[in-house]
């Protein structure tokens, strides 16, 4: 039974405590240590920890807005039930993996195996300022996000009882072992003051990998994913809940409430701010036209820099970090061109690579000054504190986590295929008509289930044509498919992402071996945007009725092979 009390612990002069018993601190007694906690300090790292859940909803209402109408709630759903799945986990085995009193430099024990002790112990991650639970608390919320934002890559062709397994694998055999790495006391990367990764570049990189191995989406590269986000209200919504969670995301990591806490808050809503500007701008010198997508991309990009720096920066490296981070996540959004990945919600540019400039620039800027706002922290800094070999230490961190994160990543998934029934990757059909329809049987409003969402609205167009005969819909079908794999003459058009970018211009340029584009075209493209004749052109094409051809077409081929196999 835990012995806790309120009051206050009296410093005498020989360095003994007594009791005050008027106090309001909660004193806990465990073996033999007395300790006394904060009130305050509790309060503001479990509200903290709550502002981090709004994080989940806000992923998934971020990435639904970004795909097509008929794969949005899947995306909703993964995020969410990533809550409840690394709850469990976290519960189960994961705070022992990372936290267990009695770990090594690699790995934790099972020392805390179903939450067992944990409870007033004083933590030292904390120096002793937050009683074990309310720690314990804090952490799984960042455990549950993590995955949540990996599986963005999941987007539009990927099953969704695979990737519910994968998210309690890849928790325990990829995040576990690099959380304790960095914030264990007993972790090797901890004792050799490095810091960053855990979050943003494992979730990045991860996203990479589960891209890699799924496979692009059916229609990758031509004018079929050449689309707009289906609800930009819902990435607005989702950007807003991101930003509100990233606020108790990194000033509760100052575990006090402090002012290095309040220094992290506001360095963290700066250096969002000035990414969301400067990703605005850079898209504004292609579109001529303001862009809300973004926008909120470029927020999104310097918030997740500026995660490793905030409580060791001061304002001017925040606003910094926030400028150099949004430049270069919008320059790399083309690199998934090159490295031939559907990476469609572009989660290695705007997480891994932002991920690692933050980490670099923590190498840079870090202060001793500003670390020990809290009262009690005490780092060597970076280079502004000439402290010169910071820099690389955070160079070999952001590359051991990067080589970590990819290589098991793949490996978990690689097993997991193997199992009956677990194919991560969806039947062609399922892509054609939805995840949302196959995975879920529900849809994010009613209407796509009265119009059989297929990205238009068959439906409402069907009833004033006459049903085609199977020589009519293969005419129609081929149709079509040469608009869509056809643009002026030239080659298929480059795959681009739905947040928008300078990478689709100049990925045009690549692939169609022409420097010159058009600038009305070039405009237009980075977002999926259409002007003029081409808008005229889409707005022709009913989108529904071509899905639903396709469906019968492939069908067809499975019978008639079938068929030719008998």
Known sequence: MVNVTYGSLQTAADGTYTFEPLGTDIIATLGGETAGFDPGDIAWVLTSAALIVFMLPGLGYLYSGLARRKNALSMLFLSVVSLAIVSFQWFFIGYSLVFSESGGSFFGDGRNVGFRRVLERPVPETNGKLPEIVFATYQLMFACLVPAVLLGAAAERSRILPAMMFIFAWTTLVYDPLAHWIWSVNGWAYKWDAGGVPVEIASGTAGLAYSYFIGKRRGYGTERILFKPSNVGNVVLGTVFLWVGWLGFNGGSCFAASLKAAMAVF???????????????????????????????????????????????????????????????????????????????????????????????TGLFAQSSVAANDGFSAIDGGWLDHNYKQLYKQIVWALVGLSWTFVVTYAIMFVINLIPGCKFRSTEEAEIVGMDEVELGEYVADYAFHQRDLEGEYEAHTSSLSAPNDSDSAEKLNMTTEKDTNHNGKTPLPPTMPRGGAAAVSAAADLDGDTAIDSDRSRSISRGRSRSAQRGRMQTVDEGYRDEMELRAVSRERRESNAGGI
């Not at 060791?312 to 400028?323: D, H, R, T, W």
């Not at 430049?327 to 989660?347: F, G, H, Q, Y």
């Open 267 to 361: 360095v963290t809503n700066l250096a969002g701010s000035v990414g969301g500007i400067t990703w605005l701008i850079m898209d504004f010198r292609l579109e001529r036209k303001w862009s809300m997508v973004g926008f909120c991309t470029g927020a999104i990009a310097g918030l997740v820099a500026v995660t490793p720096a905030a409580g060791f920066v001061g304002a001017p490296a925040g606003a910094l970090i926030g400028f150099v981070s949004a430049a270069v996540s919008n320059l790399s959004t083309r690199l998934k061109v090159s490295m031939r990945v559907d990476d469609p919600m572009d989660i290695f540019a705007v997480h891994a690579l932002a991920g690692v400039v933050g980490v670099i620039m």
